[in-house]
Structures are given as C-alpha cells and as structure tokens.
C-alpha cells in the first residue's frame, strides 16, 4: 500500500498563504470524498484540521481550508503565522485492503 | 470533555506480545467507532485498525493483520490491541483516536511507545 505523496517541506512568511498537496489515485483521494488534514506538534498527538476534504471542526480557524481536484487534494494556510510551524498530514480512505492510508508528512516552517 | 489515555506500552523483544489499552471519557463511547494509529520514531503516521461502536466490523492494515487484535468493551468505556508477533518494526507510539464521521479521527490519545528490541 503506497503513501500518499506530499512535499517533504513547505515554508512561508507570517502573513502569507502557502498551500500543501496530497497527491493519490482514483482509488483513494481521486475516488471519495474522505480526506483528512492533521496538524502534528513535535512531542504532541495530531489534531484533526480538516476532514471530508473541505469541512473544519470546531474550534480550528477558518484560516485552514481544504479542497481536492482529481487525484490532488490540498490544504491552504492563510495568514500564516509562527504558531503554524508544525508537520501537516493528510490521509484517505482507500478501496484497498488497508481502508485509510496517509500521507508522509510536510513540514512547514514559517521564516 | 473528551479524554483518551492510552497505556500498556513498554520494551518486548522479538516474537512477544503486548497489549494496549485505551480508556475513554468525556463522551458516549459505545456511540462511536476507534481506530488504532501509530508513528515510528522519527517517522509518518501509519493507520493500523478499526473497529465499529458495537465491535462487529474491524479493519486492519495489511502490516499487522494476522497478528494484531482490536476489541473493546463498552461497558469499561475502553479500547485494546492485542499485539502478538512483534518485530522490530512494529516500534513506534500507538495513538488511540475517536473517530468522527466518515474516516477522520477528531480526538487522540497521547500515545504509547512500544518498543520491540532483543
């Protein structure tokens, strides 16, 4: 079971936007709409940002926004700030064997 | 509000067996499905199973079928994963998370290391 592709490393200025891809196949990203974002502090668990591509829970700024296009879905951070330095995963539900697969990671640093 | 604390990890060697637990508060257990999530040192996140609200449906990751085992108990509010046949790459934190609608998980634990060495 391949890993969804996403950069290694993403980095932006406070007040910008950057946006992170999640890159899969039809049978994943491309085929349902169960993506997920989580944000990932060094030493903490992951926090649920987006999910079901574009929905945010409760509590999480509507800074964070999501969307898919194909086999791509993408999270974009706007008005970065230093407190969004951390490493950002996505996952999906896959119609393979193993139902959910994630992604490897992005770490973002904000300059 | 919502709490999941995990234990039960802790240093086996090779071909041993461990079991995780995961005690759940702060919200109505039985309404809701679980996963099993865990992150190599260093490493991604790896999804490793599920399991239905009433237990009758249970996914895992084709790395640790066969060998894993989820299960819970509603009326202790808690979550297991019998791990048997450890190998060194089964090291890793095994996180427990609630899982919300459709396949995202809205609330983890703080995690478990396991460690598998001889």
């Known amino acids: 079971q391949s890993a969804l592709t996403q950069p290694a490393s993403v980095s932006g200025s406070p007040g910008q936007s950057i946006t992170i891809s999640c890159t899969g196949t039809?049978?994943?990203?491309?085929?349902?709409?169960?993506v997920s974002w989580y944000q990932q502090h060094p030493g903490k668990a992951p926090k649920l940002m987006i999910y079901?591509?574009?929905n945010r829970p409760s509590g999480v700024s509507n800074r964070f926004s999501g969307s898919k296009s194909g086999n791509t879905a993408s999270l974009t951070i706007s008005g970065l700030q230093a407190e969004d330095e951390a490493n950002y995963y996505c996952n999906s539900y896959t119609s393979s064997s193993t139902p959910v697969v994630f992604g490897g990671g992005t770490k973002l640093t904000v300059l | 509000q919502v709490q999941l604390v995990e234990s039960g990890g802790g240093l086996v060697k090779p071909g041993g067996s461990l079991r995780l637990s995961c005690a759940a508060s702060?919200?109505?257990?039985?309404?809701?499905?679980m996963s099993w999530i865990r992150q190599a040192p260093g490493k991604g996140l790896e999804w490793v199973s599920y399991i239905s609200s009433s237990g009758s449906t249970i996914y895992y990751a084709d790395s640790v079928k066969g060998r894993f085992t989820i299960s819970r108990d509603n009326a202790k509010n808690s979550l297991y994963l019998q791990m048997n046949s450890l190998r060194g790459e089964d090291t890793a934190v095994y996180y427990c998370?609630?899982?919300?609608?459709?396949?995202?998980?809205?609330?983890w634990g703080q995690g478990t290391l396991v460690t598998v060495s001889s």
């Open positions: 702060g919200f109505t257990f039985s309404d809701h499905y």
């Open positions: 039809s049978s994943d990203v491309g085929g349902y709409n169960y």
């Open positions: 998370a609630r899982q919300k609608s459709g396949w995202a998980n809205d609330y």
């Open positions: 079901d591509v574009s």
